[in-house]
């Protein structure tokens, strides 16, 4: 017993130690023979990895990029018809089945890749739309620098993602923050493995996770709400993304501490403000909601937790799921995501580069921005609002109008904490039998962005 007790703790710490040195612990590029400007800078070594391999591929990504977008289109307009290879398999269902919506933006987002990556202009004498597109301040920028950069974060970050989700780490660290879910944030403690999900993870998985509990009857709809909108946070690879389009991933570790305040904070304030501390504590299924108290046998949370992270462990069915699950998560990275940034990205760019209405809708943030003596505040107030359509365009507007570090390292996290994304989270939730609106999650927005300003910016003049 005590020889398979040391073989499943094996199993739980050497996993997860890998992972979190993967994953969360800063190191210099210098370490791994970078030489030249930035090799003392700080990143982490999955970056150090992508950067590897981007260089050595580098002059296909683009054509990749363009291939994956362009399949994730024909998919999912194929699985409309809902055919039987399609609705049988798990993966392809799970890909490339979603609403007509969704299709939509994602053929948008091929015609928008093939029409940039051929270069397909209108002429020097026609300045509309297409050109705004095509334009390598736009389009260019998103397929050339952006995807190129995603596809192979994606790849790697989804292939060693389960290292932190598949054995134990989140059912251990869930078990010992029981005891402050409740009191803190008003959720019950087994919610601590989709927040955890969704910090170390993915978003979109944890906003999964908290619906299957919703329709389940485990939370109810105050309780599915507050999770889905405030614990779905960014993750460890979309942040990594965004601080390095802003050319700052020497500031990775005070970066990702600030946006880890940043999200406690919001998530002890926005569930007892309006419009989350309006909703009901009333459950789709009667009687399944879990008590909170230590299960009898057990001494301590963290007993608990380890006995959770051994049960997980004891599950898992080898080398074939741990290559399976990445996979998974790479597959639905690529053809889920990119399309999405592809349009949205593109669009939201255009706009921003090309008219004033994000200017106009900034300029309510402008006296705050000031207040705070933010440098360079009208470019900073463009991004304020563009981040409910895309989390990546605040990044990329700031990477190409601002020149102090502050003020991009200032948007890189409210582009993070600001967290309600049309692209992702908020469709997800959107389309799920979760009870928000659209103008609930824009309003949420709103708060978490004023929130986020009110704390990032003292913490950015200290380091600047």
């Given at each position: ?19 979190i040195?993967?994953f ?15 090799a ?17 591929i ?5 054509i ?52 940039t ?66 009191p ?48 779905s ?121 090309n ?21 360079e ?82 913490i ?5």
């Amino acid at each position: 017993m005590n020889k398979n007790r040391n073989s499943l703790m094996a199993g739980f710490l050497i996993p997860s130690i890998i992972g979190i040195i993967l994953f969360m612990i800063p190191v210099k590029k210098s370490f791994f023979g970078a030489t030249g400007e930035g090799a003392k800078d700080w990143t982490i070594m999955v970056k150090i990895l992508a950067d590897i391999i981007s260089g050595a591929i580098g002059s296909i990504l683009p054509i990749l990029c363009v291939i994956i977008v362009t399949i994730s289109a024909i998919m999912s307009v194929i699985a409309l018809g809902k055919p039987k290879f399609i609705t049988e398999n798990h993966l392809l269902k799970d890909t490339f089945s979603t609403t007509p919506i969704w299709v939509v933006i994602r053929v948008v987002g091929a015609v928008f890749a093939w029409l940039t990556y051929l270069e397909v202009q209108a002429g020097e004498e026609y300045s509309g739309p297409l050109n705004w597109i095509t334009n390598p301040d736009d389009g260019g920028f998103v397929l050339g620098d952006l995807l190129t950069t995603l596809v192979i974060i994606f790849a790697i970050a989804s292939l060693l993602l389960p290292l932190l989700l598949d054995f134990g780490l989140l059912e251990f660290v869930g078990a010992l923050l029981t005891k402050v879910m409740r009191p803190l944030f008003r959720i019950p403690g087994r919610a601590a493995v989709d927040c955890f999900t969704s910090w170390i993870g993915d978003g979109t998985l944890g906003v999964m996770l908290t619906c299957n509990q919703y329709e389940g009857g485990y939370y109810s709809t105050r309780e599915a709400s507050i999770i889905a909108t405030t614990f779905s946070a960014v993750s460890i690879t979309f942040s990594i993304v965004v601080l390095a389009q802003v050319d700052l991933m020497q500031y990775f570790g005070p970066y990702y501490l600030t946006v880890c305040l940043i999200g406690v904070v919001c998530a002890i304030i926005c569930p007892r403000i309006p419009p989350l501390s309006l909703k009901k504590d009333t459950y789709l299924v009667e009687g399944k909601a879990m008590p909170e108290t230590l299960p009898d046998g057990f001494n301590s949370s963290a007993d608990y937790g380890v006995h959770l992270a051994l049960e997980r462990v004891a599950e898992h069915k080898g080398v074939g799921q741990f290559v399976s699950n990445g996979l998974k998560n790479m597959v639905g990275m690529w053809f889920g995501v990119m399309p999405v940034v592809m349009c949205i990205g593109t669009l939201a760019l255009a706009i921003a580069n090309n008219t004033e209405i994000f200017t106009w809708l900034g300029k309510p943030f402008m006296p705050l921005l000031n207040l705070l003596d933010i440098p360079e505040a009208v470019h900073a107030s463009k991004t304020m609002v563009v981040g409910f359509t895309d989390m990546f365009t605040p990044a990329i507007i700031a990477a190409g109008t601002v020149k102090s570090e502050m003020t991009k390292f200032i948007i890189a996290v409210i582009s993070v904490t600001q967290l309600i994304y049309l692209s992702e989270v908020g469709g997800l939730i959107l389309g799920s039998k979760l009870p928000v609106n659209i103008g609930e999650l824009f309003l949420i927005f709103l708060e978490r962005t004023i929130i986020s300003l009110l704390i990032v910016a003292p913490i950015a003049h200290w380091i600047f």
